[in-house]
Structures are given as structure tokens and as C-alpha cells.
DNA sequence: GAAAATCCGTTAATTATTTCACAAGCCCTC
DNA sequence: GAGGGCTTGTGAAATAATTAACGGATTTTC
């Protein structure tokens, strides 16, 4: 049980770790940086959750998952804690992205720093209305859409964000997946349809927007 | 048990309807919509469900939350579930909702026309940059932040996005809580602390990309 | 260096959510 | 208006996720 994963012992089927825990290991990363920043070496689960927005219960047995980071009566030491969840997350986080639709929620999410600053590079953005020669929006070339699957193919691109009308999201999601994309981070407000080794997570501001409203009192 | 919630027979706690079929109520709704704009009348809890992305199961479950709408052998009248489903949300799609912080991602949302579409109306953005008498964006009056509570409080405004950066976040929250907002959609990329009766919907950008690189195969 | 205080890792219990399976109801045809 | 074919509504079963409880390890204090 030690520090090698049960599925070591003879390749079980997989460790499982729960969708809901690796999303709150992105928000863990995110607190446990911010630490970092003011020079904290330790921290226990009690006040990392508190952080977070979790229970502590939570925040370890989501942790346990990969093996025993803590010491008791101490708690986790931060940089050992960051580098343990971006090897659980992939070190890949030097991923590169495509974006896709360059309108309004599109080129202002070129423009938005929060992707670099996590370690995210936006190669390129493709739009149906883009010309040869076009500016650079913040660094970032701005491609006509007929060159999106050459590129994604050329590049090695696994993950997108797509930010095109509805009536043309099904269509570039296909062609983006037959390019060899693998994840798709979507605000175009539709549901698409994708094989099942592709992953999708769905950002409809609307949905979120009219989600709330059901939580507010009249 | 028929229409009437059996909440009503003498006010028991509360009918107690799970978070996630909340969140999924919104997104029947924007594919009911898209069924009626093409002169759809009547919808199968299978057919729906596919387009949803869920199961056939999970929808009819989600729907009985609420009474018996579907007709045995025939489906569901697409009219009769939307008006169902914004009830249920709240008839109050009116609402007002505030902005805060128009930087480069919320003058974006500013321009969005998303909100607008699902019957949300963006009444003010505010910013700390703002000067009194700058221009509207997109019909949005830009005010300064300092007049955001009163604005707020007189408006009855219950519901705001945040777009700020992280440093002045809880801050802003803080304030938004005391003038009386009681859910809030946070684009900026921190956990804020609100207290129990105030809704709070992160949506984490990087988070979001984080996560899904997980599920990208090396 | 012993005792007290802290805090992790883990099992078990609880709670929430999803799925199954099927009875009951309704439409539609003949 | 009777019967076959669909499709809903729903209890019960299965699954997943969260929380509680606690043993045991480690630090800190005196």
C-alpha cells in the first residue's frame, strides 16, 4: 500500500481517480501558488481546504489518491504538494492550445492572461473570417479557419477552446477531433456530440447565469 | 401528489430538488428553445435527453421533480416543459444582474451576447477605472466603482458577474453582499468567502483547462 | 527525553446521485 | 372501442461522493 499505487502490484485496470478530485486539484494548485507567493513552506489541510473552499476530510482523502505527501503532526510541505499535483495532472501543462473563433468572447480570451499565466500557450486562433496576414492579437496569430486542421495535425495539438456560433460549433468540434484534438474546452452555448475518448467540458455563461438565478430569493 | 408540490399541503421543509437537476433544468431549456425555433411540438424524453447529453432516465426523473407534464405514449408538449422549467427556475428571468470589473475579460461579457439572448439584462458594469461619462459598451453605462453599492441597493439587484482581478475580489464580494446581491458568478481566479445565503458559481478559466489536460492522453 | 498537542491517512458510515426495471397511462389504428 | 405499441413516472437497486471518526506518526514544548 505504501507509496506505489495498488495498481502497480500487476497493471489492475487503473487507479480511478474521480473527475470531481482532479478538478479540485486544479484548485488546490491554484491556493497552494498563491501560498508559494508569500513564502509559506507548510500547510495543513485544515487551513489548505479553508483555502479552497473544501473540507479537509476532502482535501486528504483526494490527495491519498496518490500516495502519503503529508507529515503528521506538521502538515504538507508546499513545494513538494505543487510539483506532486502537476505530475498528477499531467506535466504536460506546456500543452499547446488552439482557440477557435476569434469574436467577441473569443479574441478577448486571447487577450485574456489567465491561460498563459498557468502555463498554457495559445498557438493559434482560427476564425472563419480571418485573412492571410492578419494582426496578432496579444502575441497570438489570428489563422483563417481553412488551415485549422493542418496545423492541429502539424503541431501536435491536443486541446482546443472553441468560441464559435452555435450553428457551426458540431462542425468544427468534428473536424477539430479529426485532426487529432482530444479535449475541448467549449463556450459555444450547444451541447456537442464527441466519440468517447474525447473530453469535453462545456463553459455556457448563460446556463451558469440563468443556474443562479434559480437560487435567489423573490 | 398532482401539480401541486406536496410542499404545499402544509408547508413542509421544502421540496429539496438536488443541485445538479437545477443545473440541468437550464440546459433543457436552451434545447427546448432550439426545438421550438425549428417547429417542434412535442419531444420524447429519449430524443431530448440525447440532445442534452443525458440520460433518458435522468431527465424524466429531473422533470417529475416537478409534476407530470409528459403524456404516456406520446412525450412531452415543448411548450408546456418550457414554461415549466422557467417557473421552476424562477419566473423572474428579468432580473436585473450587475458587472464588475471591466477589464479585458468583462468588457468581453460586456459584448456578450449570451445573457441578453436567455433574457438577462445587464444593467451596469462597474470599474475602478471608470470616470463618470465615459461611454456606454454595447448600451451599458460604465460607472465608477464607488457608486456600485448604492446603484446596487437601489436597483434591487440580486444578481452579479465578477470580473475583477484577484486582489480587490473579496473585497468587491464583501461589498456586493452588504448591498444585497445574493448570487454571484465569479470569473476571477480565486475562492472568495460569502456566507450561506449567497450563491457564489466560479468559473475558473484556467482551472478549466487544467483539468481537461488531464484527461489528455500522453 | 517524556508528555502534550498536532495532524495525516484510512476505514467505515452517511449522504447524494444515477441507473434500472417495470407498472400504468395514453395514443393510434383498425 | 379494443388492442398493440410507445413513453412516462417511480420505487428500488446500484453507484458515487462526502463526511465523520479515529489510530498512529511526528513535531513541539517543557
Same mark, same amino acid.
Given at each position: 500500500? #505504501?507509496?506505489?499505487?495498488?495498481?502497480?502490484? #500487476?497493471?489492475?485496470?487503473?487507479?480511478?481517480?474521480?473527475?470531481?478530485?482532479?478538478? $479540485?486539484?486544479?484548485?488546490? /494548485?491554484?491556493?497552494?501558488?498563491?501560498?508559494?507567493?508569500?513564502?509559506?513552506?507548510?500547510?495543513?489541510?485544515?487551513?489548505?481546504?479553508?483555502?479552497?473552499?473544501?473540507?479537509?476530510?476532502?482535501? $486528504?482523502?483526494?490527495?491519498?489518491?496518490?500516495?502519503?505527501?503529508?507529515?503528521?503532526?506538521?502538515?504538507? %510541505?508546499? %513545494?513538494?504538494?505543487? #510539483?506532486?499535483?502537476?505530475?498528477?495532472?499531467?506535466?504536460? $501543462?506546456?500543452?499547446?492550445?488552439?482557440?477557435?473563433?476569434?469574436?467577441?468572447?473569443?479574441?478577448?480570451?486571447?487577450?485574456?492572461?489567465?491561460?498563459?499565466?498557468?502555463?498554457?500557450?495559445?498557438?493559434?486562433?482560427?476564425?472563419?473570417?480571418?485573412?492571410?496576414?492578419?494582426?496578432?492579437?496579444?502575441?497570438?496569430?489570428?489563422?483563417?479557419?481553412?488551415?485549422?486542421?493542418?496545423?492541429? %495535425?502539424?503541431?501536435?495539438?491536443?486541446?482546443?477552446?472553441?468560441?464559435?456560433?452555435?450553428?457551426?460549433? /458540431?462542425?468544427?468540434?468534428?473536424?477539430?477531433?479529426?485532426?487529432?484534438? /482530444?479535449?475541448?474546452?467549449?463556450?459555444?452555448?450547444?451541447?456537442?456530440?464527441?466519440?468517447?475518448?474525447?473530453?469535453?467540458?462545456?463553459?455556457?455563461?448563460?446556463?451558469?447565469?440563468?443556474?443562479?438565478?434559480?437560487?435567489? $430569493? %423573490?
Amino acid at each position: 500500500m #505504501e507509496y506505489s499505487p495498488s495498481c502497480m502490484k #500487476e497493471s489492475l485496470p487503473a487507479p480511478v481517480i474521480p473527475k470531481k478530485t482532479v478538478y $479540485r486539484l486544479s484548485i488546490y /494548485q491554484r491556493c497552494l501558488q498563491r501560498l508559494i507567493e508569500n513564502d509559506v513552506n507548510t500547510v495543513s489541510s485544515e487551513s489548505l481546504a479553508g483555502v479552497a473552499g473544501v473540507k479537509p476530510t476532502q482535501l $486528504r482523502k483526494d490527495l491519498a489518491h496518490f500516495g502519503h505527501f503529508g507529515t503528521r503532526g506538521l502538515g504538507y %510541505n508546499v %513545494n513538494t504538494l505543487v #510539483e506532486m499535483i502537476r505530475d498528477a495532472l499531467g506535466r504536460n $501543462r506546456l500543452q499547446p492550445v488552439v482557440l477557435v473563433g476569434a469574436g467577441n468572447l473569443g479574441s478577448a480570451l486571447l487577450r485574456y492572461s489567465g491561460f498563459q499565466k498557468e502555463g498554457f500557450e495559445i498557438l493559434a486562433a482560427f476564425d472563419i473570417a480571418a485573412r492571410r496576414g492578419d494582426p496578432k492579437v496579444d502575441g497570438v496569430p489570428v489563422i483563417p479557419q481553412e488551415e485549422m486542421m493542418g496545423f492541429v %495535425n502539424k503541431n501536435d495539438v491536443r486541446m482546443a477552446i472553441l468560441a464559435v456560433p452555435v450553428s457551426a460549433a /458540431q462542425d468544427v468540434v468534428d473536424q477539430l477531433i479529426d485532426a487529432g484534438v /482530444q479535449a475541448i474546452l467549449n463556450f459555444s452555448p450547444t451541447v456537442v456530440d464527441v466519440p468517447d475518448h474525447v473530453m469535453v467540458k462545456n463553459v455556457d455563461l448563460a446556463v451558469e447565469l440563468e443556474n443562479l438565478s434559480y437560487f435567489v $430569493r %423573490n
